[in-house]
């Protein structure tokens, strides 16, 4: 039986430095360009690395930890600017499906469909879905989420009663900061829940390496104008501890799978 590894991606350093304290055992591998932390977590091996920005500095980064390292499984976390008027700072995502809003090899085949794939979307397997699902419900109860905030970073964002969904993320590399960016989206991709610069290209290599792929996103900001004023703080104070917490609680559950 093949041994279990999971391969852990963040899209900021703040996210896997935060999650750098849950390994057992850690020790360092400088590849590419990249730190490549290894170790166990609740006893099963792991491999983070912080996959720097955009799709192609993640496909690079996700080959390496299926080639190199051996993954199994692969977790990515990060944030992501809210495309769905329902969503707001401290939300958080869980991709059903993942598209590349940037893929468009029109007339030689449909806007969005990745060429010879013939696949427009990557679907997340059910049970991770229901792993990650779970993971972040607990979270999220009211508890366990003002243990892991102060009150008064959750006053400064605005995050009262942080929900989840679990629905459709559009990945490209841009960087939305503008309402017209946001708008042109949903006119394309209406049921995109949240837009990023990675999941995708992501989810494309795990899918054609057969790799078993979880992508969680938290809402940073509504991807318009107003997106670079509180990222930076967001990220330090929020999404790093969200990362870490999820992580945590995955793993819980991996012991009983």
Request: net charge negative.
């Amino acid at each position: 039986m093949q041994q279990k590894i999971i391969g852990i991606m963040g899209a900021m350093p703040e996210e896997t430095g935060a999650v750098v304290s849950l390994l057992q055992d850690r020790k360092e591998f400088v590849k590419g360009m990249r730190t490549y932390h290894t170790g166990n977590i609740n006893g099963i091996k792991t491999v983070l690395v912080f996959s720097r920005w955009g799709k192609v500095a993640a496909a690079a980064t996700v080959s390496t930890l299926i080639h190199h390292f051996n993954i199994t499984e692969l977790i990515f976390t990060g944030v992501a600017g809210a495309v769905n008027n329902a969503l707001h700072v401290g939300d958080i995502v869980i991709a059903k499906r993942l598209v590349q809003h940037d893929m468009d090899a029109r007339p030689l085949m449909p806007q969005f469909e990745i060429p010879l794939l013939k696949k427009t979307y990557f679907e997340t397997g059910q049970a991770q879905l229901l792993v990650a699902t779970k993971a972040v419900e607990t979270l999220l109860q009211s508890n366990h989420l003002h243990q892991l905030i102060a009150a008064d970073t959750l006053k400064e964002f605005d995050i009262v009663d942080p929900v989840l969904q679990v629905g459709d993320i559009a990945s490209g590399d841009q960087f939305f900061s503008s309402s017209h960016q946001r708008d042109e989206l949903i006119k394309k991709l209406p049921a995109a829940c949240c837009v990023e610069m990675e999941g995708a290209a992501v989810a494309q290599v795990c899918y054609e390496n057969g790799i078993p792929f979880t992508i969680i996103r938290t809402i940073s900001d509504a991807a318009d104008q107003h997106s670079p004023l509180d990222f930076p703080a967001f990220i330090s104070k929020v999404a790093g501890k969200y990362s870490s917490a999820i992580i945590s609680n995955i793993y819980q559950q991996q012991i009983a799978l």
